[in-house]
């Protein structure tokens, strides 16, 4: 299964993108995830992400085009992935089908997950991420079992950098300008699936895999 998933900041794409992950078993591939880890080692990519990322703006086409490029090479994307966050703009959007044309390869959706403004800061202010392995909590939705602590590995949790008001605002800003003609290109393609992204996380992945299901391009596709 090849999947694009997209959506405004805090719309759930990584919390659907994992349970997608391990549906499909594919690897989730999130460039968001990537640009953090980058910066938590201090690299160079991660300081030029850096200066992007916490004013809420994208980092540059050329570093993230290249950066995707490099993941899907790798041999686990090789009969299929998840790909939260990418593209977010039109030639991204570009780049990805020429980058599968060479392989004679096809994505099989875009999945856009909707959701109503309040409901993302209300989403996005109350994650917490674990400063470890970056898992993913939402103290109302998704509390881990002991607070401030990551279930999966014991690691403080803690907010991310750009889940303030300020940077959330740009984010969205950004999203509307230059994420919107991402979502027409797939419309236009025939391959946008909208997906209602409210009710609880469970509701909405099988909200997803049914709309796949009978909708699949590929019936019983797996990788
Ligand atoms: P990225 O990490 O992709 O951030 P984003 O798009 O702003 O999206 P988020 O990760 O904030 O939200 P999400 O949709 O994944 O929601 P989540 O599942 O966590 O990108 C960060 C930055 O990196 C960008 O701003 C940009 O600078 C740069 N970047 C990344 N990709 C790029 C690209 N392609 N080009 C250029 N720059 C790029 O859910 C949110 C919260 O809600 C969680 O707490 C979760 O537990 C909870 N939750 C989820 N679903 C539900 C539900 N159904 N009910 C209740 N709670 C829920
Ligand atoms: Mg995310
Ligand atoms: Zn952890």
Do not use: W
């Not at 990537?34 to 030029?48: D, K, P, Y």
């Not at 109350?126 to 939705?141: E, F, I, K, Q, W």
């Not at 509701?203 to 796949?212: A, F, W």
């Amino acid at each position: 299964m090849r999947l694009v998933i997209l959506g405004a900041p805090g719309a759930g794409k990584g919390t659907q993108a994992t349970l997608l992950a391990e549906f499909y078993h594919c690897p989730h591939v999130s460039t968001g995830e990537i640009f953090r880890r980058a910066i938590a080692e201090g690299t160079e990519l991660g300081r030029e992400a850096d200066r992007h990322i916490s004013k809420g703006r994208l980092v540059p086409d050329d570093i993230t085009i290249e950066l995707v490029k490099q993941r899907i090479e790798e041999p686990d994307c090789e009969h299929g992935f998840i790909l939260d966050g990418f593209p977010r703009t039109r030639s991204q959007a570009i780049m990805l089908d020429q980058m599968l044309e060479e392989k004679h390869l096809g994505l099989d959706r875009a999945i856009l997950l909707e959701l109503e403004e309040e409901e993302i800061y209300h989403r996005l202010a109350n994650r917490r991420v674990c400063s470890n392995c970056g898992a993913t909590y939402h103290l109302d939705s998704l509390p881990p079992k002991v607070p401030g602590i990551c279930d999966v590995c014991g690691s403080s949790l803690i907010q991310r950098a750009d889940d303030n008001v300020e940077t959330i605002k740009e984010r969205i800003v950004i999203y509307h300008e230059l994420t919107a003609p991402v979502l027409s290109y797939y419309e236009e393609q025939g391959s946008l699936l909208v997906i209602n992204g409210e009710g609880d996380i469970d509701e909405v992945h099988k909200r997803i895999v049914s709309n796949l299901e009978t909708r699949s391009l590929r019936a019983n596709d797996s990788c």
